[in-house]
């Protein structure tokens, strides 16, 4: 099983930048495609971003091309997600998914974008 903790969430101004990390629990981090959702009010959960296990394949939601960038840490057990040029409709509880035979997510970590 995998614990995720989430932080790096919080307010900041359109244009601005945030950090998330995920921290993940247990010896076996390296073998999980890891991702980040994110959930606006009203809204279902979307892909954000993900990063294959070892670390050379990216991908990204169209909506964040070239202003997120997901990075991972095999040794740390950390994901990160750097998000720069962050706009009003980047807000949303962000949450941090590992995938392997089995689902894992994070509690999730607000980030609110004002204009």
């Known amino acids: 099983q995998v614990q995720l903790v989430e932080s790096g969430g919080g307010l900041v101004q359109a244009g601005g930048s945030l950090r998330l990390s995920c921290a993940a629990s247990?010896?076996?981090?390296?073998?999980?495609?890891m991702g980040w959702f994110r959930q606006a009010p009203g809204k279902e959960r979307e892909f954000v971003a993900g990063?294959?296990?070892?670390?050379?394949?990216?991908y990204y939601a169209d909506s964040v091309k070239g202003r997120f960038t997901i990075s991972r840490d095999n040794a740390k057990n950390t994901v990160y997600l750097q998000m720069n040029s962050l706009k009003p409709e980047d807000t949303a509880v962000y949450y941090c998914?590992?995938?392997?035979?089995?689902?894992?997510w994070g509690q999730g970590t607000q980030v609110t974008v004002s204009s």
């Open positions: 998914n590992a995938r392997g035979v089995f689902d894992y």
């Open positions: 247990g010896r076996t981090f390296r073998t999980y495609y």
């Open positions: 990063i294959r296990r070892s670390g050379d394949n990216t």
